[in-house]
């Protein structure tokens, strides 16, 4: 059986997806500074360290096909990292939800899996994440975009490849279907992370509006 194309993943699982993200649109007014923090520190937390799922993935890709979409997500994703900083910075620090908030553990542990995933000698698995990382980062772009209007941080444009060459990709490298088999799961776990991500920040906002 032949695997769901790129887009397909993308569409299903990716943070558009989500309904905490379908929540926010286009408009972040109904979040609080808190809620804010909380998307700018817990994203930081899981994709701010260098090296991340794109530098790893670099090390383990040896296709010439990607070269060069490489090379752009690298420097791209490093100009991110940069704006994800001051955007935590200029956000303020999170506030515990309980007395016994155990999100950061939860996330640390969700940046763990990400670094095995993205460090996987499975061929293709590795690949399969930068990809759907950087395709679902267009999404969590905008809304980071609207964040640093809200708290007056500028946020120069996005440097990563763009959709269409992030697609591209993945079909040009899925050349046998073990291939597609293991970019697919590599694409799969990482959304999968940025959904759990979603999730947890949602539940936080909502104990906090439950208070």
């Not at 939860?106 to 930068?130: P, T, Y």
């Not at 980071?144 to 490849?161: F, T, Y």
Request: aromatic share 4%; net charge negative; with cysteine.
């Amino acid at each position: 059986m032949r695997q769901p194309g790129f887009a397909g993943l993308i569409d299903t699982y990716g943070s558009d997806a989500v309904p905490y993200v379908q929540l926010m649109g286009e408009d972040l007014s109904q979040l609080s500074g808190a809620d804010i923090a909380d998307i700018v520190h817990f994203l930081c937390v899981l994709h701010g360290r260098h090296p991340g799922v794109i530098d790893h993935a670099a090390t383990k890709t040896v296709d010439d096909a990607a070269r060069e979409w490489l090379i752009q997500a690298t420097d791209g994703f490093a100009a991110e990292r940069a704006l994800l900083t001051k955007l935590t910075v200029a956000a303020g620090p999170i506030s515990g939800v309980s007395l016994d908030d155990q999100s950061n553990a939860a996330v640390l542990g969700q940046r763990k899996a990400l670094d095995m995933l993205s460090q996987s000698e499975r061929a293709g698995c590795a690949i399969g994440a930068a990809i759907a990382l950087v395709a679902d980062w267009h999404c969590i772009r905008h809304i980071l975009e609207q964040i640093a209007l809200r708290i007056g941080v500028e946020a120069r444009a996005s440097i990563l490849p763009n959709v269409e060459q992030t697609a591209a990709l993945s079909e040009d490298l899925a050349a046998t279907p073990a291939l597609e088999r293991a970019l697919n799961f590599g694409a799969e776990q990482l959304l999968n992370q940025h959904r759990g991500l979603w999730q947890l920040l949602e539940a936080r906002r909502n104990m906090r509006l439950s208070r």
